[in-house]
């Protein structure tokens, strides 16, 4: 199973990146998606989350700025980032609980992180 995330960049204050992430490989199921992040000398933290039926729930910092959406039939995740401020900079990771097809019990697994800044 992989996580492929894409869709970083460098963007002014105020401008907009929407990232994505897919999986892939021998996938039964995928119940919760989520994206992370990691700002320089930082804790990782919890960005937002969507559920297999579509719930959502974000970060008081990102509320009314950020959107996270899910397509089951790709396996991808997006995370739509629009109003950016220089305090959203960090690397942003995506991360879900996956349930292979010869496994019993879901596992979390994780992409492997896509640079975003943002400039004032």
């Known amino acids: 199973v992989q996580l492929q995330a894409s869709g970083g960049g460098l963007v002014q204050a105020g401008g907009s990146l929407r990232l994505s992430c897919a999986a892939s490989?021998?996938?039964?199921?995928?119940?919760?998606m989520r994206w992370y992040r990691q700002a320089p000398g930082k804790q990782r933290e919890l960005v937002a989350h969507?559920?297999?039926?579509?719930?959502?729930n974000y970060a008081d910092s990102v509320k009314g700025r950020f959107t996270i959406s899910r397509d089951n039939v790709k396996r991808t995740v997006y995370l739509q980032m629009n109003s950016l401020k220089p305090e959203d900079t960090a690397v942003y990771y995506c991360n879900a609980d996956i349930l292979r097809a010869y496994d019993n019990s879901f596992n979390f697994y994780w992409g492997q992180g896509t640079e975003v800044t943002v400039s004032s």
């Open positions: 969507i559920t297999n039926g579509g719930s959502t």
């Open positions: 490989g021998s996938i039964f199921s995928i119940n919760v």
